[in-house]
């Protein structure tokens, strides 16, 4: 059955058991709502795709062809990690394209959040429009969105690309195998499928990427910013034992006053942030040692050109969102 809604008794999927009864629910429903068509699946390589990749692969088999858009929103090294991963390990029939261009001219200006996020998925959409027409028989479009994207975005606290920010005129049917589930519930199903740890315990990443990071309107100096600081955040916090849920860097569109070279210097503030959540409806902020603090912040000051100043942001979700757009 392919449900609209999350059913209000439903079990929290926690076990082995509950997630393979779920698989084969979902394998079910996918086979009945596909039949003889194909599926276009938006694949990041994030959590959430990768898992509606595997569960549809395990439905549908090569009806699916997944398509990794490099936007130019994706974290150092990600495109590269997407193709090793699936391509060459798991042999998914994969396209990637490289839409960095295209999509940072389309942003170029843009500060409203929404407006941002709107843009991104509304290009996505018109990518995958362009690879479903050099195939045959493409009526459906994959996505990974979840629960939680669903309920922020009907509460109008911010739109998903894949849950309100898609056009009105959309041509694909959507095919959204873990719509009803929360993160943790995500995990246990990856799991189950016997996709690799790496995959299943990366790092939650939003739709829009590096894009809601990079606060205010995009440039691409500030974005290569906050890829690198991120990069070092990244490496740094993932020290930690137990790591936190998710850690990351965003970068407003703020300068301030520095110092370098015995000269004025204005710079970007990058702002670190680190949280433990379940579900991702709730979060905590995340204590970092001082000594890891410290050497996040030397490092970025020293490896990425233009920022001045590393702040910590301790708040929790809510008043604040995990994100910062």
Request: charged share 30%; glycine share 8%; proline share 5%.
């Amino acid at each position: 059955m392919v449900y609209d809604r999350r059913p209000d008794d439903m079990v929290r999927i926690t076990t082995p058991e509950l997630a393979e009864a779920f698989i084969e629910e979902q394998i079910e429903a996918v086979r009945e709502q596909v039949g003889d068509g194909k599926v276009l699946l938006a694949l990041s390589g994030g959590v959430d795709s990768s898992v509606c990749a595997a569960l549809l692969i395990k439905a549908i088999g090569d009806k699916l062809t997944c398509v990794h858009v490099n936007h130019g929103l994706l974290r150092k090294g990600e495109p590269e990690q997407v193709v090793q991963v699936f391509r060459d390990e798991l042999g998914a029939n994969l396209i990637y394209v490289d839409a960095v261009d295209r999509f940072l001219d389309k942003l170029a200006g843009v500060s409203d959040p929404e407006t941002k996020r709107k843009i991104i998925g509304g290009e996505f959409i018109e990518v995958f429009a362009e690879e479903a027409r050099k195939l045959e028989d493409v009526k459906f479009l994959g996505q990974g969105t979840i629960w939680p994207d669903i309920l922020e975005s009907e509460a109008g606290i911010k739109a998903h690309h894949n849950a309100g920010g898609l056009p009105d005129d959309l041509q694909f049917e959507l095919v959204e195998p873990v719509k009803i589930l929360f993160k943790d519930e995500v995990r246990q199903v990856g799991l189950a499928l016997g996709l690799p740890d790496k995959m299943v315990f990366r790092q939650p990443f939003p739709g829009p990427g590096l894009g809601v990071r990079c606060v205010g309107a995009i440039t691409r100096d500030r974005l290569e910013a906050v890829r690198e600081a991120d990069a070092i955040v990244r490496e740094e916090i993932g020290k930690m034992e137990p790591a936190p849920w998710q850690y990351f860097v965003a970068i407003p569109d703020v300068v301030s006053t520095g110092i370098k070279d015995g000269k004025r210097y204005m710079g970007w503030a990058a702002v670190v942030r680190a949280i433990n959540t379940v579900d991702a409806v709730t979060a905590e902020a995340v204590e970092i040692p001082w000594a890891m603090l410290t050497r996040i912040r030397d490092r970025i000051i020293a490896e990425v050109p233009g920022v001045n100043r590393v702040l910590w942001d301790i708040s929790d979700k809510p008043v604040a969102t995990i994100e910062w757009e």
